[in-house]
C-alpha cells in the first residue's frame, strides 16, 4: 500500500474512457485521502463507486475555484490530505488544478503528481507524427483575435501540434486550422481507450472532408504536423490559389469561384470558400 501523507496535495490521474487504466497508487490514494476534489462530484462518484472506495468528495471547479480553492488550503494547512481529480485524465491539462497547485505551493505544500492517463500523450503515441518534439495547445482559445494570434506563433513552430476539441466545434476548428497552418498532415484520435477508438491519417483538408461525409462525435484529440522549410514553398503555392480564387471571385458567384479553385489546386471546396468569405468580411 502507497501511503498518504498528511497535509499533501496529490494530483491524481483518472482514466479517459477505460476504467481499468488507473493506476495502484492511484487507487492507494484516493482510497486513504481524506478528501478528494473533483470537478463533478456525481460523474467522480461513478468512478469511486467502480473502485470501491467511499471517499469525502468536495467540488473544485472553474466556477468555484476562487472560494473552494482556499478552504482546500486550510485543511491542507490542518494536516488532511488531499486527492485532486478531474472529470477524466490528468488534473491541470485542460481541466481546473493549476490555481490549486499555485495556492498550495505559495503555502509550502507539498505537491505530489501521479503519473497516468492523458489523451494528448496517447493520441501522440499512436499517431505518426514526430514525437520526439511536440507542442501541446490543447483547446483554442474562444476569442477570435486570441485564436488567430496564437495560431500565427504556431505555424512556423517545428514541432507535432497537439490540439483538444469537442465533437461540436470540431468542423470549424479543422477549418480554422487549414486556414492558419494550411493543408498539413494531420492525425484525428476519437474516443481513445474506449470501444469505438478511431485512429485518422491524412491532411487536414482530407480529414475535415471525411467529418462532412460522416458527423464527427465523441471526443477527439487533433495532431498536426509541425513547420518545416518545404512548406514555404507551399505557402507560395497557397498564395497562388488564392490570388486566382479572388481574381474569379470578382467575375462569379463566391461559391463557384471556391468550386473551380478548389477543383484545379485539390482543395476543400468549404476551405477556399471559408477564405473568400474572409476576403470580404
Ligand atoms: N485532463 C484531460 C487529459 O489529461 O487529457 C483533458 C481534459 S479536457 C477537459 C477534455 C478534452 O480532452 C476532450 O475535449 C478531448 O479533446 C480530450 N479527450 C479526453 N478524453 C479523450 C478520449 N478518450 N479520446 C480522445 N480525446 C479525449
Keep these: 500500500m502507497n501511503e498518504v501523507k498528511p497535509g499533501t496535495l496529490y494530483l491524481v490521474p483518472t482514466p479517459i474512457g477505460n476504467l481499468a487504466d488507473i493506476t495502484e497508487r492511484a487507487v492507494d490514494v484516493l482510497r486513504q485521502a481524506d478528501v478528494i476534489a473533483c470537478e463533478d462530484t456525481r460523474h467522480t462518484r461513478i468512478l469511486l463507486d467502480h473502485l470501491g ?16 480553492g482556499p478552504k ?21 491539462i485542460s481541466d481546473p488544478g493549476a490555481d490549486l497547485v499555485r495556492l498550495a505551493l505559495e503555502a509550502s505544500i507539498p505537491v505530489v503528481p501521479l503519473p497516468g492517463p492523458n489523451a494528448a500523450l496517447t493520441a501522440l503515441v499512436a499517431s505518426g507524427l514526430d514525437a520526439r518534439q511536440f507542442a ?14 496564437l495560431l500565427e506563433d504556431m505555424s512556423r513552430v517545428p514541432v507535432t501540434l497537439i490540439f483538444y476539441e469537442a465533437p461540436h466545434r ?9 486556414t492558419a497552418l ?26 475535415r472532408a471525411r467529418m462532412d461525409e460522416e458527423d464527427p462525435r465523441g471526443e477527439y484529440v487533433i495532431l498536426v504536423e509541425g513547420w518545416n522549410e518545404s512548406m514555404e514553398e507551399e505557402t507560395e503555392e497557397a498564395s497562388g490559389w488564392q490570388d486566382e480564387a479572388m481574381k ?16 484545379k489546386y485539390h482543395l476543400s471546396r468549404r476551405e477556399v470558400y471559408q477564405f473568400l468569405l474572409g476576403t470580404r468580411s
Design 53 to 68: 472506495i467511499g471517499g469525502h468528495v468536495v467540488s473544485y471547479h472553474e466556477h468555484n475555484k476562487k472560494e473552494a
Design 72 to 92: 482546500l488550503i486550510a485543511m491542507l494547512e490542518e494536516g488532511k490530505s488531499v486527492a485532486q481529480v478531474s472529470d477524466a485524465g490528468m488534473p491541470v
Design 136 to 149: 501541446f495547445i490543447g483547446f483554442l482559445p474562444k476569442i477570435t483575435a486570441k485564436r488567430k494570434k
Design 170 to 178: 470540431i468542423k470549424e476548428t479543422m477549418d480554422t486550422l487549414i
Design 182 to 207: 494550411g493543408d498539413r498532415k494531420a492525425v484525428t484520435a476519437r474516443e481513445l481507450t474506449k470501444k469505438f477508438e478511431t485512429f485518422e491519417r491524412g491532411t487536414l483538408s482530407s480529414l
Design 248 to 263: 474569379l471571385a470578382e467575375t462569379m458567384p463566391l461559391k463557384e469561384a471556391a468550386r473551380q479553385t478548389a477543383g
